[in-house]
């Protein structure tokens, strides 16, 4: 079955970096984007972007553009959101979700914690 | 790109049906037949029951349902369950490979 496993929580300071992984299973990891969607504590949805594994193509939400960069490893089968520049209000959950479908998302990681803090 | 407008919550008894629904424009929900809706527990991901505007994965009941009228797409939840009780959110393509999202229903059975 599909599995889009996350890796663990992350604690950083403003002004750093994080780089959150996806490891993919069950499926062929080259033929679907993987989206990042994130969920600010007691927010809503927002989506990021997405990546695309086969051409490594990749599409920015414009409110991300230049602070966000979506990579992968086919080798692994794993995809990465590295966000830049962190600030509080980058606190949130960031889930990867797979593009099964042509225009929605049907499956979903776990999550990954970002706690941004002095 | 502004998020999609839902109701902040709606309710209802168990038996019930209830309608939630996500207003865009024509550059979004308007444009393209390509809504969705998520269901989410406290706690967990988010799963999809919706797409399409109007197709159901499998697995979901077909007490779900979708529709789309104008700018304004709808998830009706028919015969409300408890286990219903959970935040919702549309989403919807909105063109050169972005989506956006809604702020999100809370649905409370009484």
């Known amino acids: 079955q599909v599995q889009l496993v996350q890796s663990g929580a992350e604690v950083k300071t403003p002004g750093a970096s994080v780089k959150v992984s996806c490891k993919a299973s069950g499926y062929t990891f080259t033929g679907h984007n993987i989206h990042w969607v994130r969920q600010a504590p007691g927010q809503g949805l927002e989506w990021m972007g997405w990546?695309?594994?086969?051409?490594?193509?990749?599409n920015y939400a414009q409110k991300f553009q230049g602070r966000v960069t979506m990579t992968r490893d086919t080798s692994i089968s794993t995809a990465y959101m590295e966000l830049n520049s962190l600030r509080s209000d980058d606190t949130a959950v960031y889930y990867c979700?797979?593009?099964?479908?042509?225009?929605?998302?049907?499956?979903w990681g776990q999550g990954t914690l970002v706690t941004v803090s002095a | 790109q502004s998020a999609l407008t839902q109701p902040r919550s709606v309710s209802g008894s168990p038996g019930q049906s209830v309608t939630i629904s996500c207003t865009g424009t024509s550059s979004d929900v308007g444009g393209y037949n390509s809504v969705s809706w998520y269901q989410q527990h406290p706690g967990k991901a988010p799963k999809y029951m919706i797409y399409?505007?109007?197709k159901r994965p499998s697995g979901v009941p077909d007490r779900f349902s979708g529709s789309k009228s104008g700018n304004t797409a709808s998830l009706t939840i028919s015969g409300l369950q408890a286990e219903d009780e959970a935040d919702y959110y549309c989403?919807?393509?909105?063109?050169?490979?972005?989506?956006?999202f809604g702020i999100g229903t809370k649905v409370t059975v009484l």
């Open positions: 990546i695309n594994p086969n051409s490594d193509n990749t």
């Open positions: 979700a797979l593009g099964g479908g042509r225009y929605h998302f049907d499956h």
């Open positions: 399409d505007v109007s």
């Open positions: 989403c919807s393509y909105a063109g050169s490979n972005t989506y956006v």
